[in-house]
């Protein structure tokens, strides 16, 4: 039996972007009903995890200036962002950073009291706001906190969110499993946001939680939204070996070096005048050029890497402003960063591409917005700046909030409910998935999905690779993996992981097949065989619609408003 409650409004996923748009809503109307659902206890959402800090241009009359963060945002990106999404995030954050500081972020602070920040990849400016080097775990502690001041905020955690439901142009509410019972729920209301964040753990080597997984992706794809150039994939310069956890920009920011095996600071050959501060996938494709020409290093696990080199900041600098890093590292590696150098190797970040939306959060679905990084409005592009996703999460957050409460304010008509599409649902999943036969191994699979991904679609990409990659991910999606051992009702992580399973196969072919459509090099997305960007050809999104068969491929064009496309060098 399916049980059923209502809200008014529903934010799928509790970020940066989720809490910033519940108190967005709740602010804008105090009488609706607001559910904040997440398949993780609040203080478990991803965003915790971001470290080095949150773009925003503060200090004008230092020589900062608005336009030079969008012009760097939109030359970060490879001239892929819309110009117009880029303006509104570089005009909207500063005031954002205050109101932060007004609700009791702890923002790193100057000699002389005010808000400091540092350089991050890049920028022109040092123009990253940061809380020593946890602004994620800060954020949303501050962003928790304001919204235990509503009463109209309730929150489902530990909710597994499962399909969308609509009539076609409208949306009618979700459908969702209580985790700690294992009952399944239809919950109706007038308008969504999904907030979900990215879709990282697609990568075996990431520097995402585990409950990184692309569910809230695949819902909208299933429900008929578009994904927008998923191909994007951002790997960070640093992370750490063995375990791929981030060390933050912040520690280059702070004057950190990048080292090869003969000792040299290899990146001035690469970006003479950024140096260790260009842009993530500049320095990416650095690193493995490195050692592909035999400069790297072997970890004792046998991985190439090269080093990270902190030594020359100092105890102090180190325990002061990269304190989390020092004890990461020290934790998982063994290595006391203020004495020894760092192995660090490029690693799966952050997702440009996501649920296709405007300039203000609206998906195709009428009553469906989307934030974070969960969304694709474009203001990235092809390539994000470091410091940006933070900012992007805290103004959509504001802006799909304010938006979907106004959309419930003036009213939604009645719409009779249909059973029949929780019922498709109910049996997609339980006769599909949960009492489901086979003898392949679900875990064993997603393990060799994952590592099929950062072997077949890293930093460097060929046709033959990609191509051999998306075979590979239709003969596992073959197996029988479609199972679940565990019958227990209460907290059933093996049906949760299965089903994750199953969104990340639809997610990752996607992936594939924009990359391989995608025959130039632009930003994240390098092609050895197409080493050149080809603005005749390919200057425009890419789109995917879900098919049973296979992704229907569309584009998409891009908003130009002031910066025609140049080449890019630092």
């Known amino acids: 039996m399916v049980e059923s409650i209502e809200y008014d409004l529903i934010i799928c996923g509790t970020g940066l972007a989720g809490l910033r748009a519940g108190i967005s809503a709740a602010q804008k109307s105090p009488d609706i009903k607001i559910a904040m659902v997440s398949k993780v206890q609040v203080m478990r959402s991803h965003s915790v995890s971001a470290e080095g800090g949150t773009a925003a241009v503060l200090f004008e009359e230092e020589g900062d200036s608005i336009e030079s963060h969008i012009y760097d945002t939109v030359k970060g990106s490879d001239f892929l962002a819309d110009q117009d999404v880029a303006e509104r995030l570089c005009r ?200 592909n020409e035999g400069r790297g290093f072997k970890h004792e696990t046998g991985v190439d890497c090269m080093k990270l080199d902190l030594r020359h900041l100092g105890d102090e600098v180190i325990k002061e402003k990269l304190g989390g890093i020092r004890e990461i590292s020290i934790k998982f590696s063994g290595i006391d960063p203020a004495q020894e150098i760092m192995d660090v190797r490029p690693v799966c970040h952050y997702m440009m591409g996501g649920i296709h939306t405007d300039i203000d959060g609206a998906t195709e679905l009428q009553g469906v917005w989307a934030a974070g990084e969960a969304a694709c409005n474009s203001v990235h592009g092809s390539n994000r700046l470091g410091a940006n996703s933070t900012s992007e999460c805290i103004v959509w957050g504001n802006i799909t909030g304010s938006l979907a409460a106004e959309y419930i304010k003036k009213g939604v008509p009645s719409t009779p409910w249909p059973h029949h599409l929780v019922t498709a649902e109910e049996k997609r999943i339980y006769d599909g998935i949960f009492r489901g036969n086979g003898d392949a191994n679900p875990y064993e699979i997603r393990q060799e999905l994952t590592d099929m991904m950062n072997e077949k679609a890293y930093v460097y990409r060929t046709e033959e690779k990609l191509v051999d990659g998306l075979k590979k991910l239709r003969k596992l999606r073959e197996q029988t993996w479609k199972h679940v051992d565990d019958k227990a009702k209460e907290y059933n992580t093996n049906f949760t992981n299965v089903m994750e399973l199953d969104s990340m196969f639809r997610v990752a072919e996607v992936v594939l097949i924009g990359a391989i459509n995608r025959k130039e090099s632009r930003g994240a997305h390098a092609r050895i065989d197409y080493p050149k960007r080809d603005d005749t050809k390919f200057l425009h999104h890419t789109l995917a619609y879900y098919d049973p068969k296979e992704p229907i491929m569309k584009t998409h064009p891009v908003t130009i408003t002031n910066y025609q496309p140049v080449e890019r060098k630092y």
């Not at 080597?205 to 150039?229: E, N, Q, W």
């Not at 005048?273 to 320095?283: F, Q, S, T």
């Open 92 to 291: 909207e954050m500063p005031k954002q950073v205050y109101q932060l500081e007004h609700w009791g972020m702890p923002w790193s602070r100057r000699k002389d009291g005010r808000i400091d920040q540092r350089a991050f990849g890049g920028y022109s400016f040092p123009r990253a706001t940061y809380a020593s080097d946890k602004v994620g775990f800060f954020e949303m502690q501050t962003l928790y906190d304001t919204c235990q001041r509503f009463d109209n905020i309730e929150y489902l955690n530990e909710w597994f969110a499962t399909s969308i439901i609509h009539d076609g142009q409208r949306f009618l509410g979700i459908t969702a499993i209580d985790l700690k019972s294992g009952a399944f729920y239809s919950i109706k209301a007038k308008a969504l946001i999904i907030a979900t964040g990215g879709a990282g753990r697609l990568y075996s080597f990431s520097t995402y939680a585990h409950s990184s997984t692309p569910d809230g992706l695949d819902m909208a794809f299933r429900a008929g939204m578009a994904l927008k150039d998923m191909e994007f994939v951002q790997f960070h310069p640093t992370g750490i070996l063995p375990s791929g956890i981030l060390i933050t920009e912040g520690a280059r920011g702070e004057g950190g070096y990048l080292l090869n095996n003969k000792g040299e600071r290899f990146m001035k050959k690469y970006a003479a005048n950024k140096m260790e501060l260009a842009p993530r996938d500049i320095v990416s494709r650095s690193m493995i050029t490195e050692i």
